[in-house]
């Protein structure tokens, strides 16, 4: 340098020219992927290990007798829940025919009897739900809402045919909108067909009917062959306040007048 020059300072090294941040940078992104690497494969490990350990409570279970049926298959499920999400989350895992193995194994762990003794349950608690189911509704039909002082057959007509008629009673404290009796024919023991050739005929009432009030209703030309007997079936009940009351044959015992 002259003298009298002013000496230039030299320019900073970007770290994209300098070898040693470079090398610096590059170690961070090799140490990051061997970490995202080894992680998801320590995660895949570590799921699968919770598959073996279901397996070996599925095979725990296979000779004891003490447990319950349902709690005996909810070990079985957990297995088969485990094992799908690994096959689903790694579908390229060479452990997955191993996985399917276990499963299938674990299928025939669930002996008959405890099988019986799942359905047995699941009846007896559908036979319990269908019991309260009908005292709720043969409550109601004793409560007096509704009765029926007779139901007989009619005819026959100028036409020949068969009909049936109804005396019954709103009995509750609402005006009924509308009411419909699913009623069956008989000649004896024998089922007599309507005239559209139907097992069961619907008659309704569309006319509303106010509380406290006797209604004689009748339906012609039901039947073209003699019928001596009508049984009711069913009775469905809907209020002017939108509310409707199903009575089934089971309980309409409780509204006959005579009961």
Not at 16 to 39: E, N, Q, R, W
Not at 99 to 107: A, N, Y
Not at 180 to 198: H, I, K, L, R
Not at 225 to 253: F, K, M, N, S, W
Request: proline share 6%.
């Amino acid at each position: 340098m002259s003298r009298g020059q002013t000496p230039i300072a030299p320019k900073p090294r970007s770290w994209f020219t300098d070898p040693k941040a470079l090398m610096s940078v590059a170690g961070v992104v090799v140490l990051m992927a061997i970490s995202i690497y080894f992680g998801r494969d320590y995660q895949r490990n570590q799921h699968f290990e919770g598959i073996i350990d279901a397996y070996q409570a599925c095979l725990e279970i296979e000779n004891d007798t003490s447990i319950d049926p349902v709690d005996r298959q909810l070990i079985l499920d957990r297995l088969a829940y485990r094992g799908t999400r690994f096959m689903e989350r790694y579908p390229d895992d060479p452990r997955i025919d191993q996985i399917l193995g276990m499963i299938m194994d674990t299928q025939n762990l669930i002996a008959e009897d405890a099988f019986d003794s799942i359905m047995q349950e699941f009846l007896a608690q559908q036979q319990r739900e269908h019991e309260q189911f009908f005292d709720e509704l043969r409550a109601t039909a004793r409560s007096r809402i509704f009765s029926i002082e007779s139901l007989y057959p009619t005819g026959p007509s100028y036409n020949e045919t068969y009909s049936f008629a109804i005396i019954w009673h709103n009995r509750s404290d609402k005006t009924i909108e509308e009411i419909a009796f699913y009623v069956q024919g008989f000649n004896g023991d024998q089922p007599v067909p309507t005239v559209t050739g139907e097992a069961t005929v619907r008659g309704q009432v569309t006319t509303p009917r106010p509380p406290q009030y006797r209604t004689e209703s009748q339906w012609r030309n039901t039947w073209r062959q003699p019928v001596t007997r009508v049984v009711l079936h069913g009775v469905v009940i809907q209020y002017q306040d939108g509310t409707r009351v199903v009575l089934p044959e089971e309980v309409l015992a409780a509204v006959w007048e005579s009961s």
